[in-house]
């Protein structure tokens, strides 16, 4: 299994170019880097298919996604409402990108929490489930884990 696994490896360093002696930081900061610059093309109307036959039979060209508009009273509305917790989600994909959401908006990417604070932000969480999505989305480079005499915290990367 372990021979499988290295042979893996090096055929994917080898589809990036990438020489095989890189550390984990080292091909998460590529694959972060390599994200940023699809994401550039993408903008500019540049898409890389992995399989066009499944992914764009048609061979059309790919829409451009463009940002969601938003009234100018949606933030007095919000201010007006008490804020409610909202609630845990029940699939594993809806929770990641709550609480990744949690770090990166209004402003609170700054903030470090520990992984009770990230559990009282909503209702019905279980504190172990929120412990692996944080070490989940850490391990992906989304969240910075670090140790501090109150605990392990958390912080946007």
């Not at 998460?28 to 993408?42: F, H, I, S, T």
């Not at 409610?84 to 994909?93: G, Q």
């Given at each position: 299994?372990?021979?499988?696994?290295?042979?893996?490896?090096?055929?994917?360093?080898?589809?990036?170019?990438?020489?095989?002696?890189?550390?984990?930081?080292?091909?998460?900061?590529?694959?972060?880097?390599?994200?940023a610059q699809r994401?550039?093309?993408?903008?500019?109307?540049?898409?890389?298919?992995?399989?066009?036959?499944f992914q764009n039979?048609?061979?059309?060209?790919?829409?451009?996604?463009?940002?969601?508009?938003?009234?100018?009273?949606?933030?007095?509305?919000?201010?007006?409402?008490?804020?409610?917790?909202?609630?845990?989600?029940?699939?594993?994909r809806d929770q990641?990108?709550?609480?990744?959401?949690?770090?990166?908006?209004?402003?609170?990417?700054?903030?470090?929490?520990?992984?009770?604070?990230?559990?009282?932000?909503?209702?019905?969480?279980?504190?172990?489930?929120?412990?692996?999505?944080?070490?989940?989305?850490?391990?992906?480079?989304?969240?910075?884990?670090?140790?501090?005499?109150?605990?392990?915290?958390?912080?946007?990367?």
């Amino acid at each position: 299994l372990k021979q499988i696994h290295d042979e893996l490896d090096a055929a994917v360093f080898d589809a990036y170019g990438w020489p095989h002696d890189l550390t984990d930081e080292q091909i998460l900061e590529r694959l972060v880097a390599l994200n940023a610059q699809r994401a550039e093309e993408e903008k500019r109307g540049i898409i890389r298919w992995l399989r066009p036959e499944f992914q764009n039979p048609a061979g059309t060209v790919a829409p451009v996604q463009t940002q969601m508009e938003v009234e100018d009273d949606a933030p007095a509305l919000a201010a007006s409402k008490p804020k409610e917790l909202p609630s845990w989600p029940k699939e594993l994909r809806d929770q990641v990108a709550a609480v990744r959401d949690l770090f990166t908006t209004d402003g609170r990417g700054a903030k470090s929490w520990t992984t009770e604070e990230v559990a009282r932000a909503f209702r019905g969480s279980r504190r172990s489930d929120v412990a692996s999505v944080l070490d989940a989305l850490s391990s992906l480079g989304i969240l910075l884990a670090f140790d501090t005499p109150k605990g392990r915290q958390w912080r946007a990367a």
